[in-house]
């Protein structure tokens, strides 16, 4: 069984520019959920996509956009980039039941 | 609005030393907490999953509870490669998204 991955592990962007994460779901889940968590906090949400269609968002302006493919894999786009932005990015795939976290993108912002 | 809420901050334990994270938290209703490891920089590691009041999971050196209002992860006899953050999260009824507390950051000394 395929645990969650996610790529790039690290990125560093400027301002202003826009950056693409991409997350593979675990074998059999079809739910895919992507999280922000900033330095000594918790995650917090962004939104889930299910079955390919948005199933959620958390409080995240409209810069911060997804998708999820009919492999279940999925990809978390950020535009205009602040420095707020900096954090790890965490994708999670569940089925009926828990959540399981990807090993996360720290992205950088300059 | 859902609300968890994790109690230290941070701990310091001598090897051996057992002690106990708080985790309180309020929701609607609730459909599951859940407990995570996190090493520094990685995803979170799913360790426990409640559904209930009164129930219990152990696994390892690792025991948690939970009551109508807040769960308990006992550590017993912790030792170094126990040092981690342990985050906290509910889920409201639904497959809705993981609510986090910020987390209680442990140290286990040798």
């Known amino acids: 069984e395929t645990g969650v991955t996610q790529s790039p592990t690290h990125l560093i962007k400027t301002r202003g520019q826009q950056v693409t994460l991409r997350c593979s779901s675990q074998s059999g889940h079809n739910t895919v959920s992507w999280y922000q968590q900033a330095l000594g906090q918790g995650p917090q949400f962004i939104f889930q996509y299910y079955r390919e269609e948005e199933n959620g968002r958390g409080n995240f302006p409209p810069r911060f956009s997804g998708l999820q493919f009919p492999n279940y894999s999925s990809e978390l786009n950020v535009n205009a980039l602040e420095l707020d932005d900096s954090a790890l990015y965490l994708c999670?795939?569940?089925?009926?039941?828990?959540?399981?976290f990807g090993p996360g993108t720290r992205l950088t912002v300059t | 609005e859902d609300q968890v809420t994790q109690s230290p901050e941070a701990l310091r334990l001598q090897e051996g030393e057992s002690s106990s994270l708080n985790c309180s938290y309020t929701?609607?209703?609730?459909?599951?907490l859940f407990w995570y490891r996190q090493d520094p920089g990685k995803g979170p590691e799913f360790l426990f999953t409640?559904?209930?009041a009164g129930e219990e999971k152990e696994k390892e050196r690792l025991k948690a509870t939970l009551t109508k209002k807040e769960s308990f992860l006992h550590i017993t006899a912790p030792k170094p490669e126990d040092s981690a953050t342990y985050l906290c999260a509910v889920q409201d009824s639904g497959n809705t998204p993981l609510v986090f507390g910020k987390g209680t950051r442990l140290s286990v000394i040798a």
């Open positions: 409640l559904y209930s």
């Open positions: 929701v609607s209703g609730l459909r599951g």
């Open positions: 999670a795939s569940s089925g009926s039941g828990e959540q399981y």
